[in-house]
């Protein structure tokens, strides 16, 4: 999971960027990188940290031009302590691009031999964007013929990309002296959405980003969502054109952007976040009312934020008091995207405070989005109990995490996964809450498709059904061993 914009204008893009990334800053923290073009110059300027950490005044002055991109990272593949692994990209040949990366490559392995052993290209880091990038560039110089580079041959190149590369990828890059370029995997795992918007003159000027909130904050109007497979070029007039690039494209979105990733003021794929999560709550609230004595449950807690939607929603429907027991520091980030587990650990008691008058002699039934390590979930149980709970319930708004998601998510391993190898009284066992219930895939589903054409989701991790087709076994072993070494 990582932010993604890219901007072509009639002005100076520089501050645009910076503030779409500010928005997307939920996205990744790990580093931020800001790349411009003025003409056939790039200009790029990367850093560790967060967007109001990695920028000063004489980095955005030097970031000249019309159109540009930019990326906030969450690491899943790479080194997150390496600022050489920070996006965006570069390669000189052809032309010049720059190129950044949401999602996560699957067929590494294949496509590190065959860039050293077949395009004779060079990787200079762990990234699978690094690679992604060199591939791209091989395929778009296979299909120059002359000096000019026109549309056609570019999506000729994406389709190319399409054949070679497995896994999840939405990607924006720029061609130097040409335009940017967008595309989305052929399933559409990872989001990507198109907006535009007119200067005074009648110019058009394009936005591509990651979450819709990106686009409504700068006054753009949504267009669409860039479809899977589709690759979207917008030269530096501000001409756009469009094609599929993939044979056999299918919408098969991440669920977990739903559950938790995205912020709930967005829409991606036609689907409010914020309405996705009130219909979970609506939904949890069955299978809550269905295995436990309702008379048991005083108070309805969320963990802040990204759960507050669902646990409304479950308090309403079963009739039980709301209220808000824990305490968010703001200035912490989000625990789940923390690089490393001990800092994930660590900062869960900065980031939570339990408020003592609202669970002293109290049975208290939390809602979170969803419990992946149980690191945070373990902490917060006892904290309910420190603040004098009576019983603790503890309830997700997501099946339980039992297999790695191997498209753009941090979960590769199934030893770190509480719920992997469990049932559910062994999970609240290791909680140490008293009951512990779980949304079902099946509502899960319905909740975040309801009201919409979408048919299909990525629900792998909660399933172990990879919409990919092509994770086995031995691809997840290899995965757990390169994480652990």
Sequence with gaps: ??????????????????????????????????????????HMVRSRGQVREGFRTRDMRSLIGNMGLGHVRYTTKGAAEREEEAQP???????GIVLVHNGNLTNTRELSRELFSIDRRHVNSTSDTEMLLNVLATELQ???TGLELDPDQV???????????????????????????????????RPLILGRRLTDAGKEEWIVASESLVLENGDYEIVRDVEPGEAIFIALDGTMVSRQCATNPRLVPCSFEYVYLARPDSVMNG???????????????DTVATHMPLGDIDVVMPIPDSSRPAAMQVAQKLGIEYR?????????????IMPGQAERKRSVRQKLNAMGTEFKGKNILIVDDSIVRGTTSQ???????????????????APPVRYPHVYGINMPSRQELIAHGRKIPEIAAELGADHMIFQEVADLQAAITEGTSITELDLSCFTGEYVTGTVTPEYLDWVERTQLS
Excluded at 24 to 30: F, K, P, Y
Excluded at 89 to 95: I, K, Q
Excluded at 273 to 284: D, F, I, P, T
């Design 1 to 42: 999971m990582c932010g993604i914009v890219g901007i072509v204008s009639t002005e100076p893009v520089n501050q645009q960027i910076y503030d779409s990334l500010l928005l997307l800053q939920h996205r990744g923290q790990d580093s931020s990188g800001i790349a411009t073009a003025d003409g056939p110059v790039f």
């Design 89 to 95: 990209f570069y390669v000189n040949a052809p032309y």
């Design 142 to 144: 296979s299909q120059i």
């Design 155 to 189: 999506f000729a190149a994406v389709e190319a990309v399409h054949q070679r590369v497995e896994g999840s990828y939405a990607v924006i890059s720029m061609i130097a002296g040409y335009g940017l370029l967008a595309f989305r995997d052929p399933f559409g795992i």
């Design 271 to 285: 689907i409010s976040v914020y309405e996705a999560r009130l219909r979970m709550g609506n939904r949890l609230a």
């Design 324 to 336: 808000e027991g824990f305490y968010k520091n703001r200035y912490v980030g989000r625990t789940f």
């Design 379 to 397: 902490q917060i149980v006892q904290m309910a109990r420190d603040a004098g709970a009576n019983k603790v319930t503890f309830t997700s708004a």
